[in-house]
């Protein structure tokens, strides 16, 4: 059995005009393929393709769109009475609300109107397809197409495979969302799929540095856009989508995994759940908003009236990235301890204690400096717990006369960037191991579904697959927490030198 989606009579059938539903529909249509909106409440259809509508004549007006273009889209949306009108429909995608009893109906009614060799596809976000094709006679048929909000600006598509969806299912599946001009990877059918289970590491891993008293929110925030190039730090994104909706979701996949700790959720997060602090939505979640919505950002920056300090000790004066950092300030670079200059050094994946102790350093004057990303930006610093605070903002004195931000943090292995880079490309190199989805799609998926910078693999490859790797291996060891233990699918890129974008 197969289904050719370039046919020119293709109909697909969208069931459920909220937002999402309305986008598929607009998106189906604007790849010249006829899409028939139904919708429980009376009126509902016509009221979406009158918004689709207005929309697309906005961006005439815009100049993005001619008047030929609406015309065509509207001449491929059409409206549905009932469920019966949708059986000629050659593929039924359901965009209805997340609750399995109401899927499981929907596709028990839809069997029976649909012909044999019509596709089933649900846009769930959480429910497992084989939990909604459960019941049905035909369960090969039935596959997942996660589209993102919202669908039109959205380019991802994830096609989730279930264990029962026939591969010719995948195969046009796939052709259909390049026709819709999205961007489809194919999925195993896990819990989160790919996106919302990938991007589950900057989350929980900005929670943990948070819950360990390391840092706070704007720090973390800060750290990972300015250094990491991310637009948003674990904090804010988590404010923008709601508390209501992550956190749920957190759960979801930490017990769907069946409690692996790599995926832990943070009782600090189901604090602000249970308060109701769902972040912007509610004027107030990890941060306070303004009357016009406005985050209120009580800052990242260290801000020291020390004077500079004069000399420092170097320890590795081969690292060219800290010396550089030196060069220009007339600042003398000692290569033995004077017993007085703050000593600066530059771990991977320890804290600066651990640091200080196998160096045999002066954990009072030891300064712990990380080089990870853009420098020029924001660095982060950190001191052992009994340092010398003066000697410490001397040399973030010196650091800042270069003219970056300097953000001070409690002393931590791996610092933030670190860690969390580093948690983020593990659990993409696991995906890719376990067969969620290629290496290739696990980095597509998180650049277009979280506008990530780079996707988790090729960001273990910007952080260096052996220093990646090196990271996790130095954490597990310190905090004898089993959440850092490396990917096989890492490990072995890392002792063999390869990208971690290689496939097996």
């Not at 540095?209 to 973390?220: L, N």
């Amino acid at each position: 059995m197969t289904l050719d989606v370039n046919r020119p009579d293709l109909t697909v059938g969208v069931v459920g005009t909220g937002a999402m539903g309305r986008g598929i529909a607009q998106v189906t249509a604007q790849g010249g393929i006829k899409a028939i909106m139904f919708d429980a409440a009376a009126g509902g259809a016509a009221k979406a393709k009158a918004a689709i509508l207005d929309t697309l004549k906005g961006l005439v007006t815009k100049g993005r769109l001619t008047d030929a273009d609406v015309a065509k889209t509207d001449a491929n949306l059409g409206i549905a009475e009932s469920l019966s009108d949708l059986k000629g429909c050659h593929v039924v995608i359901e965009a209805v609300f997340e609750n399995l009893e109401v899927k499981q109906k929907l596709f028990g009614e839809l069997e029976a109107v649909v012909a044999p060799a019509a596709i089933l596809a649900s846009n769930t976000s959480s429910i497992r397809i084989a939990s909604i094709a459960h019941a049905l006679k035909h369960r090969e048929r039935v596959c997942g197409m996660h589209y993102f909000n919202p669908v039109p600006l959205m380019k991802l598509v994830e096609v989730i495979r279930a264990a029962d969806t026939a591969q010719w299912v995948v195969a046009a599946m796939t052709a259909l969302g390049q026709r819709q001009t999205r961007v489809p990877v194919v999925v195993g059918d896990t819990p989160g799929f790919l996106v919302n289970l990938g991007g589950t590491a900057i989350g929980t891993e900005g929670l943990r540095i948070m819950q360990e008293g390391r840092a706070s929110p704007s720090q973390v925030d800060a750290v990972m856009r300015d250094t990491c190039g991310f637009r948003m730090g674990p904090f804010e994104l988590m404010d923008l989508t709601g508390i209501d909706v992550n956190f749920p979701a957190r759960k979801i996949i930490y017990e769907g995994f069946f409690h692996d700790r790599r995926m832990t959720p943070s009782p600090y997060h189901e604090s602000l759940y249970a308060a109701g602090r769902l972040g912007r939505k509610t004027g107030g979640g990890w941060y306070a908003y303004d009357s016009k919505g406005a985050k209120i950002d009580p800052g990242a920056d260290h801000v020291t009236s020390a004077a500079p300090a004069a000399s420092v000790v170097v320890m590795d004066p081969h690292n060219t990235k800290l010396t550089g950092l030196l060069a220009g300030d007339g600042v003398r670079m000692l290569g033995a301890d004077d017993g007085e200059s703050p000593i600066l050094v530059a771990p991977i994946g320890k804290d600066c204690t651990t640091a200080a102790i196998e160096l045999d350093l002066d954990p009072r004057r030891t300064v712990a400096v990380d080089l990870t990303g853009d420098t020029g930006k924001r660095l982060t610093v950190m001191a052992a717990p009994n340092a010398d605070r003066a000697v410490r903002d001397a040399a973030v004195a010196l650091l800042a006369k270069s003219g970056t931000k300097v953000t001070v943090i409690k002393d931590s292995p791996g610092f933030i960037a670190q860690r969390m880079c580093a948690m983020i490309a593990n659990l993409g190199c696991e995906m890719a191991m376990i067969g969620i989805a290629s290496a290739q799609d696990v980095d597509t998926a998180m650049t277009l579904g979280l506008n990530y910078p780079r996707g988790p693999l090729a960001l273990a490859d910007w952080l260096g697959v052996k220093e990646c790797h090196e990271i996790l291996v130095q954490m597990q060891a310190i905090t004898g927490d089993d959440r850092y233990r490396p990917s096989q699918w890492l490990r072995r890129r890392a002792q063999l030198g390869l990208s971690a974008t290689l496939p097996d």
